[in-house]
Structures are given as C-alpha cells and as structure tokens.
C-alpha cells in the first residue's frame, strides 16, 4: 500500500518561490506515474504538474509553464515541485497523486488511486 504526504506550503508574496514536496511510503511509489494538482476554492482539481515513473519525461499546465518544475527522487520516494514567480491565482490547495497504471491521460483526476491529504499554498501580499 502506498500513501503519500504534501508538505512545504505557505503564504508567499506575489512573484516569490516555494518548493513543495510529496514524500510517499512504499516500495512500488517509484513505479508510479505522479502529479501535483491544484484545486482554488469554487473550481474543479487541475493538474499542474506530471512526471512519469522514470522522471524521464516531465508535462505541465500551460499557465505555469517555464516557472514550475517537477522532478522526483526514486532513491528516497520524493517528487519536489518547485513553483516559482507565484501568482495570486496560483492559491489552492496542492495535492500530490500517483498513479499506478501510468495513464496516457494524466490530466484527469480518475487514473489517481492514492493521494494525500494537500498542502495550502496562499500567494497575497
């Protein structure tokens, strides 16, 4: 059984860094392809983020490309996501999800058997 862990959330100013983790117990974790969505209040999930099981190959949301970068550690079950320039569209919840199957869709919430439980992220001044 895998679980995974957020961490690293915080409030930040408009234009500032932040690195969050997703820390996963379980040996199968780095077989899995993983995501980082984002969820504001009143809006649907989104995918930001998404690295396949190897870290070979890496996607992200159009609207944070070239500032955010996913990348993972198979040694230590990690997959960091370093946000930066955030914006105040960028407050959300932040919940990392693994994906066992490897979906070719990895936009969707569906093909995520384990997630955990988010990390706030606030961007205001």
């Known amino acids: 059984q895998v679980q995974v862990e957020e961490s690293g959330g915080g409030l930040v100013q408009p234009g500032g860094s932040l690195r969050l983790s997703c820390v996963a117990s379980?040996?199968?974790?780095?077989?899995?392809?993983t995501s980082w969505f984002r969820q504001a209040p009143g809006k649907e999930r989104e995918v930001v983020a998404h690295?396949?099981?190897?870290?070979?190959?890496?996607d992200s949301a159009d609207s944070v490309k070239r500032r955010y970068t996913i990348s993972r550690d198979n040694a230590d079950n990690v997959v960091p996501l370093r946000m930066n320039r955030l914006k105040p569209e960028a407050t959300a919840v932040y919940y990392c999800?693994?994906?066992?199957?490897?979906?070719?869709?990895?936009?969707?919430?569906?093909?995520?058997?384990?997630w955990g439980q988010g990390t706030q992220v606030t961007v205001s001044s």
């Open positions: 999800a693994a994906d066992s199957w490897c979906a070719s869709d990895f936009t969707h919430t569906s093909p995520y058997e384990y």
């Open positions: 379980g040996s199968t974790f780095r077989r899995y392809a």
């Open positions: 690295i396949r099981w190897s870290g070979a190959s890496t």
